[in-house]
Structures are given as C-alpha cells and as structure tokens.
C-alpha cells in the first residue's frame, strides 16, 4: 500500500515533535538543592544501630516537584556511612523548600572500623560529610534529578 507523500511528511513531523518535546520537557526541570541536615541515633544494639537522616530540600523551579524516590549515598570524613534507595511521597512546593527523613540500619560490626576513626581523638564537634544522589519526579518525562552536596554536620552530645 502506498501512501501520499503528504501523509508520510506529517507523520515524520509528528514523531519529531513528539521527541523534540520529550526532549524539552527535562532541560524544563531544574536541579533541586538538597542538603543533609541531621544525623539522629534512634537505637543501638550489639551489632546494629539504627539512625535517622534528616534532608532538606529546595525547589527553584516555578512549579511544585512530587517526588516519587530518593536514592542517596552519604559519606562522612571520605568514607561510606550510608546509601540506597527509598520510596518517597512528598511535593516540594513552587520555588519553596521541604523536608524529609531516612531511617537507616547500620550492621556496627563491619562499620567498626570507620566509626572507631572518626571518634578516635573524641567526640568531634562536627564531621565533614557529601552527599550524592538524585531524586525521581512523578513529571512526564522527566528523568532522575540528581544533587549533590557537602559541608560539615555538627554531632549531637
């Protein structure tokens, strides 16, 4: 079956438009700003010890972000302290901020050795941390924001 010149030409420009805006839509998005700010001991047993990470989190965007995952690595003083990935349900309003928290479980026992260096002259005031990650948006589209961060987080006596 032949088709009319003009019928092919439309459906090219239709597939090129439909691309060229999936395309479009995710420079749209700017990079939201998150940043670590507490490191909570919720329990601690022989060999683990449960925290919880506090973040937050600001959109520049001039529309809301519903966030639909986290997946995250935080390291202190250089060395791996926690990451993965988490299932989120929160919207961080139009050119606002947010907050949200990761509970997270550490086996002491292989984590022993990082710990014993950052407390080896004592409890500091504070530890350098970086944080690297990205965020999945619930936009058409749109794929993974990442963020990335660093700075220092003071310890809680």
């Known amino acids: 079956m032949s088709y009319p010149c003009s019928l092919r030409n439309y459906s090219l420009s239709a597939a090129c438009l439909i691309l060229s805006a999936c395309a479009g839509t ?3 998005v700017a990079t939201p700003r998150v940043e670590l700010t507490g490191v909570q001991l919720e329990s601690a047993s022989f060999n683990r010890q449960k925290f919880l990470l506090s973040f937050d989190v600001s959109n520049p965007n001039a529309f809301p972000l519903p966030i639909r995952s986290v997946k995250y690595r935080v390291m202190f003083d250089d060395e791996r ?3 993965g990935e988490t299932a989120a349900s929160f919207t961080v309003p139009a050119q ?5 928290a ?3 479980e550490l086996d002491i026992l292989s984590s022993a050795s990082h710990i014993t260096s950052l407390l080896s002259g004592g409890v500091p005031d504070h530890v350098n941390y970086r944080l690297d990650g990205s965020l999945a948006v619930d936009i058409p589209f749109t794929r ?3 963020f990335s961060s660093s700075g220092a987080i003071q310890v809680r006596r």
Do not use: Q, Y
């Open 81 to 83: 302290f926690a990451g």
């Open 26 to 28: 995710e420079t749209l």
């Open 144 to 146: 993974a924001l990442p």
């Open 102 to 104: 990761i509970s997270v």
């Open 96 to 100: 606002g901020d947010d907050s949200f």
